[in-house]
Nanobody, 121 residues
Framework: QVQLVESGGGLVQAGGSLRLSCAAS????????MFWHRQGSGKQRELVAA???????VYTDSVKGRFTISRDNAKNTVYLQMNSLKPEDTAVYYC???????????????WGQGTQVTVSS
């Protein structure tokens, strides 16, 4: 089982910045992909950004050029630097990660509890 704990959310004015962090702990052989999703009020959860162990990244179109995902493999931590925030970025942001289970050697996914990001206009 892997536990993911997010931090860094809060209230910010439009145009401002926030940095989210997510630390993984627990029992696993290794963590592979790490992701940030978000879910706005009344909306479906969407993938915001993803990063592989080697550092390859993907972003949803609406955040390209504004958000940067990064990770520290030694700390099993993923970050999301969010700049030029817009009111439409308001959502609960969830960290999730794929990990290799030490007992079964299967890849599983774990989710964090989420952190609220609110951007005021």
């Amino acid at each position: 089982q892997v536990q993911l704990v997010e931090s860094g959310g809060g209230l910010v004015q439009a145009g401002g910045s926030l940095r989210l962090s997510c630390a993984a702990s627990g029992s696993f052989l290794r963590i592979t992909g790490m992701f940030w999703h978000r879910q706005g009020s009344g909306k479906q959860r969407e993938l915001v950004a993803a990063i592989t162990t080697g550092g390859s990244t993907v972003y949803t179109d609406s955040v390209k050029g504004r958000f940067t995902i990064s990770r520290d493999n030694a700390k099993n931590t993923v970050y999301l630097q969010m700049n030029s925030l817009k009111p439409e970025d308001t959502a609960v942001y969830y960290c999730d990660a794929d990990y290799v289970d030490p007992l079964s050697a299967m890849t599983r996914r774990s989710w964090g509890q989420g952190t609220q990001v609110t951007v005021s206009s």
